[in-house]
């Protein structure tokens, strides 16, 4: 779901002129335990600095397992939450030219504190994108799209026609995958989770309807009807695995010869294992792909206008399972968000 930046007027005048209300957790655990809403300094503007309004920001897997400390980034504390967003320029530093005021931003690296209602951030760690994307859209530019874009571009060369393979269909990155392959022209098999017939039937509905090929549950992948479905189509090349554990292991069974998966997710927190047969004889080969890693190596490349030029067709991605609510100012309000995304993803 997306959580809009909605702040009363009677909120707005409490709040000084140099402060802000922010999310943030000065120890690691469960967030419900210790996520605070507070009122913190608001940052001075440097002459390289900009500051901003947050608009909108999404709650990722990710943010939820950086306070529990089980991420690869451990920011020090006290720390404010959320990777993404999107922004409104209210100043800009002397030295600033590159942003002005009325500028919508997203930041050009994820983890920097995106759960508040204003921040002050160096201006070259911010990325301009046009007010024709979605708001719902650049909120969560910085991750779900931008991954779904860089695994179908940096491991395998896709031609219209070709087939790609992926679990967690249903996902952020998932429904970008479906859409931009869609532009593509490249096929898409989409595996997701067991559930009730009526349920299953509904979601691949949806999907479908988003441009996926083909749409099926994890116990139908590892079935032989499965096989014969396969036989529609081109062998995939590529694979995108999300879940770990028996799912991804059913990719691997799926790829063509000198296929590649690309795992990014590990939703099941189960291991996967990979056949010797099937790595000697069809060549096969399992990768990862971190995002934060990847734009934190390639940061200040030209590869983001490539993202959000205004000839971008992806920017009409759907957001189908993104639920929107008020930004509720009660310190539980992040549990209750957590529990109405178990279906859905959330954005602040």
């Known amino acids: ?205 949806v999907l479908l309807n988003l441009g996926a090929s083909e749409v099926v549950t994890e116990e139908f992948a590892g079935s032989h009807s499965m096989k014969e479905l396969m036989e529609k189509y081109r062998r995939p090349l590529l694979a995108l695995n999300c879940v770990g554990g028996k799912s991804a292991t059913t990719l691997m069974q799926l790829l063509g010869t000198k296929g590649v998966m690309v795992t990014y997710g590990g939703m099941s927190k189960q291991p996967f294992t990979i056949s010797t047969g099937m790595m000697i004889f069809k060549d096969l080969k399992s990768v990862g792909y971190w995002n934060s890693k990847w734009m934190e190596e390639n940061v200040g490349s030209m590869w983001w206008y490539e993202v959000c030029a205004p000839s971008r067709d992806w920017w009409n991605i759907r957001l189908v399972f993104y639920v929107h609510a008020a930004f509720v100012w009660k310190e539980d309000f992040l549990l209750h968000v957590m529990e109405s995304s178990s279906n859905s993803h959330v954005v602040l």
């Open 1 to 205: 779901s997306i959580l809009r930046k909605e702040i009363s007027s009677t909120m707005k005048r409490v709040l000084g002129s140099r402060s802000c209300l922010a999310l943030v957790f000065e120890r690691f655990g469960q967030p419900e335990d210790v996520v605070k809403l507070q009122e913190i300094p608001l940052a001075r503007i440097g002459d390289e600095d900009v500051s901003i309004e947050m608009l909108a920001s999404p709650v990722n897997p990710a943010d939820v397992n950086v306070i529990q400390g089980v991420y690869p980034i451990k920011p020090p504390f006290p720390a404010v939450g959320g990777g993404e967003g999107v922004g409104i320029v209210t100043a800009v530093g002397s030295q600033v030219t590159s942003l002005h005021a009325g500028d919508w931003v997203i930041p050009a690296l994820p983890r920097q504190g995106m759960w508040s209602t204003h921040t002050v951030q160096p201006a070259c760690n911010l990325t301009k994108v046009s007010q024709k994307i979605p708001l719902d859209l650049a909120a969560t530019l910085t991750v779900n799209p931008t991954t779904a874009y860089r695994m179908l571009r940096d491991f395998v060369s896709l031609s219209p026609g070709d087939c790609i393979i992926q679990n967690g269909a249903n996902s952020g990155v998932g429904q970008s995958v479906i859409q931009q392959a869609r532009v593509m022209g490249v096929k898409t098999i989409n595996i997701v989770r067991d559930r009730s017939r009526d349920e299953a039937d509904s979601l691949r509905q």
